[in-house]
């Protein structure tokens, strides 16, 4: 089915390892996103990708970085993982045509448990 | 800036009960609005949007008015299923500048108990 997919769906670090979560979209949009879910906090914009070949800083970027592989994919690197990283992670993508927005689309999560 | 403001949960109701869930926001200009629902173990969906003042938004026999003299976008529905229970999130897409981004309330939980 056509979408978002993320992976890995479930993951356990220990302090201090790294690790890279893996998105990608088949859908030929041109924007991505990164989100982390935490209860009560709802949904917080890591870092966000425009279109091809640029990133941005979102609400809540310390302690990750990005990278806009191609149109298709957009990965979250955590460098050195801390418990405060403990959540649910998605990413998303979206296309504006010109005054067109339908909205974004969803990949499934990934839920990461720093010990 | 833009931002979503939603009534704060959980929201437990009984199977065929009535639903609000209320949702302001502030923008500049002329924003689209979004409800989005998030199953258990699952990511977001697209619930329903509408594009501009007075539009109506429906889809699973949920409803929601786009009323801009109020900024609001409250979700409805008269008689929710235990299928239902899910946190349903509140959205707007801004104009100008970044407005391919959407911005989200904090999510409202809802419970439908048999």
């Known amino acids: 089915n056509a979408g978002v997919t993320q992976t890995p769906k479930f993951q356990v670090l220990k302090t201090g390892q790294s690790m890279t979560l893996q998105c990608a979209q088949d859908m030929n949009h041109n924007s991505m996103y990164w989100y982390r879910q935490d209860p009560g906090m709802g949904l917080r914009l890591i870092y966000y990708?425009?279109?091809?070949?640029?990133?941005d800083k979102g609400e809540v970027p310390n302690g990750y970085n990005v990278s806009r592989l191609n149109k298709r994919e957009f990965s979250l690197r955590l460098e050195s993982a801390a418990p405060s990283q403990t959540s649910v992670y998605f990413c998303?993508?979206?296309?504006?045509?010109?005054?067109?927005?339908?909205?974004?689309?969803f990949g499934s999560g990934t839920r990461l448990t720093v010990v | 800036g833009n931002s979503v403001t939603q009534m704060e949960g959980p929201v437990t109701l009984s199977e065929e009960a009535f639903l609000t869930i209320n949702c302001t926001y502030t923008?500049?200009?002329?924003?689209?609005l979004f409800w989005y629902v998030q199953y258990p173990g699952e990511g977001l969906q697209l619930l329903l949007k509408a594009t501009k003042a007075d539009d109506k938004g429906s889809n699973k026999g949920f409803e929601a008015t786009y009323r801009k003299e109020t900024t609001s976008f409250h979700l409805e529905k008269g008689s929710v299923q235990v299928s239902d229970s899910a946190v349903y999130f509140c959205?707007?897409?801004?104009?100008?500048?970044?407005?391919?981004?959407?911005?989200f309330g904090k999510g409202t939980k809802l419970s439908v108990i048999p």
């Open positions: 923008a500049t200009g002329y924003p689209s």
């Open positions: 998303a993508s979206s296309e504006l045509s010109g005054t067109l927005f339908y909205g974004y689309t």
């Open positions: 990708s425009a279109s091809e070949g640029t990133t």
């Open positions: 959205a707007l897409q801004g104009s100008g500048a970044g407005s391919y981004q959407l911005t």
